[in-house]
T-cell receptor
């Protein structure tokens, strides 16, 4: 297993379009997280899953955002009716039930809304 | 609200010198902290962690110090190398298995 994989790496979309990102976590990790990072800032928590259950969603996650992890493996993050303010790096991370080493991040998907 | 933050947004250091990156946290209940390194175009990468029952932890060329009295963390990098140029974040581990990040310090290594 080579780590957390995110696709696509870059996405340019027009305002109002829908976009979907995919995250493939480390296979033995049961927790999966989505974060958003804007330029010059630290990652901000969006949501996380334990197996297929979505346990928490940040207030940053408006109704236009939805995340799924249907089989407790890969996850998708969809943004509907994109706005320019959605432009950011979307990071996925996975971790086990323990705290050791926090969790492992993917390289992210860079979204640009034009 | 309570948050994790860094003192300085940028740090320029001469190659071979030691670097010190600081971080202040406000949640006195925090009991686990992690330093991450993020290179351009990549996700954050784990460097070193420390639990609140420790004052110091050492890794390879890196040392983390924790001062619970003033709620302060620091990351020391010995003999800084060009490959150390990156953004460094401290992160606080909450009781709900969620990391909270500060804004980061950009380290630039001068040749």
């Amino acid at each position: 297993d080579t780590g957390v994989s995110q696709n696509p790496r870059h996405k340019i979309t027009k305002r109002g379009q829908n976009v979907t990102f995919r995250c493939d976590p480390i296979s033995e990790h049961n927790r999966l997280y989505w974060y958003r990072q804007t330029l010059g800032q630290g990652p901000e928590f969006l949501t996380y899953f334990q197996n297929e259950a979505q346990l928490e969603k940040s207030r940053l996650l408006s109704d236009r955002f939805s995340a799924e992890r249907p089989k407790g493996s890969f996850s998708t993050l969809e943004i509907q009716r994109t706005e320019q303010g959605d432009s950011a790096m979307y990071l996925c991370a996975s971790g086990g039930t323990g705290r050791f080493h926090g969790y492992t991040f993917g390289s992210g998907t860079r979204l640009t809304v034009v | 609200g309570e948050s994790v933050g860094l003192h300085l947004p940028t740090l320029s250091v001469q190659e071979g010198d030691n670097s010190i990156i600081n971080c202040a946290y406000s949640n006195s209940a925090s009991d686990y902290f992690i330093w991450y390194k993020q290179e351009s175009g990549k996700g954050p990468q784990f460097i070193i962690d420390i639990r609140s029952n420790m004052d110091k932890r050492q890794g390879q060329r890196v040392t983390v110090l924790l001062n619970k009295t003033v709620k302060h963390l620091s990351l020391q990098i010995a003999a800084t190398q060009p490959g150390d140029s990156a953004v460094y974040f401290c992160a606080e581990w909450g009781p709900d298995y969620k990391l909270s990040f500060g804004a980061g310090t950009t380290v630039t290594v001068r040749a």
